[in-house]
């Protein structure tokens, strides 16, 4: 099955500046990736994805890039905001039959210093 | 449109007690799934479903059972609970369509003792 490794586990910023966080993935027919912020006590809430067919995607301050041929994909904050602290989470969706299932990454703990 | 909808919040069980996780959603989505998420960790996924009448079992499904006899409902059930079933426990949706993400629910946090 698919296989989601998540780095680094924790991310203290300066706010201002941007944060970076990869994951990377074990399954090259994985289609979707999305990523989720918890922000403590809270669910998970989607805030990007990106379909294998697409490289680059940017929302306002977020983005997510995807390298399908080294299997990894990135979120990028810019201009880091203390609302940013929360906990990410990155995802991967196989597409085999059967495999109708998000693997998530273990999380990275974002932490914006004022 | 409520979304995904879970009960209880909270719950206290002592070891060997029972009981369901209910979770319920009213976007008419075939895909649900229950995860665990303990302390400080990542999220598990214990059973899922594809739809009405269909569901399979995840990483970590021992200790729990479901069913799925309606779109609308997905009850997780935990028959005698230990101290390992304690987490949070989050019920997701999603739409049938490729490329869409979930939807969670807000969680039930159980304790065990």
């Known amino acids: 099955g698919e296989n989601v490794e998540q780095h680094p586990s924790t991310l203290s910023v300066q706010e201002g500046d941007s944060a970076v966080i990869k994951c990377t993935y074990s399954d090259s027919a994985s289609n979707y990736f999305p990523w989720y912020k918890q922000e403590l006590g809270k669910r998970p809430q989607l805030i990007i994805d990106i379909r294998s067919n697409v490289g680059e995607k940017k929302d306002q301050r977020i983005a997510v890039t995807l390298n399908k041929t080294a299997k990894h994909f990135s979120l990028h904050i810019t201009e880091t905001q203390p609302d940013d602290s929360a906990v990410y989470f990155c995802?991967?969706?196989?597409?085999?039959?059967?495999?109708?299932?998000?693997?998530f990454g273990t999380g990275t703990r974002l932490t914006i210093i004022p | 449109n409520a979304g995904v909808t879970q009960t209880p919040k909270f719950r206290i069980l002592k070891i060997g007690q029972s009981m369901t996780l209910q979770c319920t959603q009213d976007?008419?989505?075939?895909?649900m799934y229950w995860y665990r998420q303990d302390p400080g960790m990542g999220l598990k996924l214990i059973y899922y479903s594809v739809g009405a009448g269909i569901t399979d079992k995840g990483e970590v499904p021992n200790g729990y059972n479901v069913s799925r006899s309606t779109t609308e409902d997905f009850p997780l059930r935990l028959e005698l609970a230990a101290p390992s079933q304690t987490s949070v426990y989050f019920c997701?949706?999603?739409?049938?369509?490729?490329?869409?993400?979930?939807?969670f629910g807000s969680g039930t946090r159980l304790t065990v003792v």
């Open positions: 976007m008419n989505h075939n895909y």
């Open positions: 995802a991967a969706k196989g597409t085999n039959f059967g495999n109708e299932k998000l693997t």
């Open positions: 997701a949706s999603r739409p049938d369509r490729v490329g869409y993400g979930y939807t």
